[in-house]
């Protein structure tokens, strides 16, 4: 299976030219710049019209309105996931969203904390501590997630949130992949990544 891996689009969505071929696409936040009804629909009828035979995405702290929201109407190939997850071709994708009602909560922390151990490809917008999470000398990933991803070892983690970070590190036989494609002034400056059944990944420069 090959999935194509974006994040943090932040509505920049539509200049995405001629992506890649892909079994799977998966958005791992941040689609949304203010976090509006209208934004979320519009990235939504974007991302269910691309021509994949999966389509997989979750909310980032940006997408603030899909906070409870109740998603209905979405076509059968498109997944919206929130603390579950989906099987694809064999493969389990388990996708946790970023909202700030969650962090407060102890929601969030609940989830990580629940993620299955038979997760293949685990989708979160905020990155794991000490992996592509760096800013201004502060480490912007949570530990509770670094310490759920050592006890569930999923071949791939997709995430985003840091912006000027995209990039792909393996570390322990997984693949660590950060595919926000903004940069620190939320201009799109950044590849998506292609990742490939053996594990190997192709750096993809949009036009």
């Not at 997944?79 to 989906?86: E, F, P, S, T």
């Not at 609940?110 to 917008?125: C, F, G, R, Y």
């Not at 502060?138 to 759920?148: A, F, N, P, Q, T």
């Amino acid at each position: 299976m090959k999935i194509l891996h974006i994040s943090d689009t932040h509505n920049h969505h539509r200049q995405l030219q001629a992506l890649p071929a892909a079994d799977v696409i998966v958005h791992s936040g941040d689609f949304t710049m203010a976090g509006t009804e209208a934004e979320v629909i519009d990235f939504i009828e974007w991302f269910c019209a691309l021509p994949y035979n999966h389509k997989v995405f979750i909310a980032g702290n940006h997408d603030a309105c899909l906070f409870g929201a109740d998603i209905n109407g979405l076509p059968e190939n498109c997944h919206y996931l929130y603390g579950n997850g989906v099987t694809i071709e064999g493969m389990k994708f388990f996708g946790i969203p970023m909202f700030v009602e969650d962090d407060i909560s102890g929601n969030y922390t609940q989830m990580l904390e629940n993620i299955p151990t038979d997760a293949d490809v685990l989708i979160t917008h905020q990155p794991p501590y000490g992996i592509l999470d760096e800013g201004d000398d502060i480490h912007y990933g949570s530990k509770v997630l670094r310490e759920s991803i050592k006890r569930v070892k999923p071949k791939y983690h997709l995430f985003g949130h840091i912006h000027g970070l995209n990039g792909i590190k393996k570390a322990g036989g997984i693949i660590y992949s950060n595919a926000a494609l903004v940069d620190e002034d939320y201009k799109l400056n950044y590849s998506p990544h292609v990742l490939f059944p053996n594990m190997t990944v192709l750096k993809y420069d949009n036009p």
